[in-house]
């Protein structure tokens, strides 16, 4: 998927990591159309039979896109492009902005234009917008839970194949920051890697400049290994907020490494373990079990010649 709003490539510095946000989420549509198409095509094939056969071909529409849950919107864009696609040179009387609050009835979006083509855009354009607002939204209540304990909120790789872009994109929108973007962008230690009983300190040494420099942790002995090593940041992976706490004591003054958290987080618990001196938490429900948000389009024909 392309069209991403910033380039993943090069690494962060630790600093930036964990007090830099990223920068305003935009979308480069012109580089997402032919993800878009492929989304159009799928659903469309060689064509909406139901709409070809009910719906006159001259016949115009105004569509209104209602929110049933209150949420955070994201992929508005999107949503729009795809509707664009579908074709009957589609007017927006109506947007909201991705980022902004909604509530359960609010109207969110108001397009008039070919009756035909936006009901051929309808359900791709809602899967779009359902899915990033929902992921959107879920960030933002993960954000909104840790305010105040200068804890940052991670995404994962943890991705739909071919949305990676996208998904990041709306945790970006609901205040949360990119752990990485793929495998190329930092180095990430982990037990599968540790495994082969390779020099830890002589891999992170080796790495490209600037490239950050992650080790995850099981234990607090191997916390211990890892800040050893020279890792920037150590990833205490399923540790109670209570074994976050005594690695926190141990690292003292310092501010480093960062530690990260991961593992097992939930609404209910990610407050605890932010104060007890997580720096950073990475979670993947973010993107692998938000659920979308609750959009309907609601279609109402135009008089003709209007």
Same mark, same amino acid.
């Given at each position: ?15 930036? !990591? ?21 989304? +159009? &095509? /799928? ?19 105004? &569509?209104?896109?209602?929110?049933? %849950? ?21 007017? $927006? ?12 009835? @609010?109207?969110?979006?108001?397009? /008039? ?8 855009? /309808? ?12 992921? #959107? ?6 954000? @909104? ?8 909120? +991670? ?11 996208? @998904? ?19 180095? +990430? $230690?982990? @037990? ?18 600037? !490239?950050? #420099? ?6 607090? /002995? ?11 940041? $150590? ?8 074994? $976050? %706490? ?21 609404? &209910? ?6 104060? &007890? ?12 079990? #938000? ?5 309907? !389009? ?9």
């Amino acid at each position: 998927m392309q069209g991403f709003y910033a380039d993943p490539k090069g690494g962060q510095t630790d600093e930036a !990591m964990k007090n830099t946000p990223l920068p305003s989420p935009v979308l480069d549509l012109d580089a997402l159309r032919p993800d878009l198409e492929s989304a +159009l &095509a /799928e659903d469309i094939g060689p064509g909406d039979v139901t709409t070809k056969l009910t719906v006159p071909a001259a016949a115009r529409a105004l &569509a209104r896109v209602i929110s049933k %849950a209150d949420g955070v919107l994201a992929g508005m864009e999107v949503a729009l492009g795809v509707l664009r696609l579908a074709g009957g040179g589609l007017r $927006v009387r109506s947007a909201s902005s991705d980022g902004c609050r909604v509530r359960a009835g @609010e109207r969110v979006l108001v397009v /008039e234009g070919q009756a035909q083509g936006l009901l051929r855009g /309808e359900r791709t354009a809602l899967n779009f917008l359902m899915r990033l607002s929902g992921i #959107a939204t879920l960030t933002a209540r993960f954000v @909104e839970t840790v305010d105040g304990t200068g804890t940052v909120i +991670l995404d994962t790789r943890k991705t739909t194949p071919c949305w990676r872009r996208l @998904e990041k994109y709306a945790v970006a929108v609901g205040g949360g920051c990119c752990h990485r973007y793929g495998l190329f962008d930092a180095v +990430l $230690v982990k @037990e599968n890697h540790l495994a082969f009983g390779g020099d830890l300190a002589a891999a992170l040494a080796a790495r490209p400049d600037g !490239m950050p #420099a992650i080790v995850e942790a099981e234990s607090f /002995e191997q916390y211990r290994a890892a800040a050893a090593a020279g890792a920037e940041v $150590v990833l205490l992976d399923d540790f109670t907020p209570e074994e $976050v %706490a005594r690695v926190h004591a141990a690292r003292g003054a310092s501010s480093r490494p960062l530690l990260e958290v991961s593992g097992g987080i939930s609404l &209910a618990n990610v407050r605890a373990y932010a104060e &007890a001196g997580a720096d950073r938490i990475s979670i993947g429900a973010l993107t692998h079990s #938000a659920p979308p948000l609750d959009l309907s !389009m609601r279609i109402e024909p135009l008089p003709p010649g209007s």
